[in-house]
């Protein structure tokens, strides 16, 4: 399986990017916002570690291959029709 993490670097200054991979590698792809959203989370937390100030953090991550909601719901249209 294959996934694309993309981040600023209010995320690679605190999580090295072999870490973050891993943790997000953790979920399903289904839970891609989830996975995000806890890696988001652990990066303000690291940053609060260490300073007054966090930096912007973004995060997104998408399993290529893997069908988007709006990908499932035509497909049970079709199967429903």
Known sequence: EHLVLACSDGVWDVIP??????????????EAQLAVERLVSKAQRRWQEVD???DDITAVLVWP???GK????????????
Do not use: L, N, T
């Not at 990908?71 to 199967?79: V, Y």
């Open 70 to 81: 709006d990908e499932e719901e035509d497909e049970f249209q079709r199967d429903v029709s």
């Open 65 to 67: 291959g893997f069908p």
């Open 52 to 54: 007054d100030v966090v």
């Open 17 to 30: 990017p072999a870490q973050a991979v891993k943790f997000v590698g953790k979920f399903r792809p289904e």
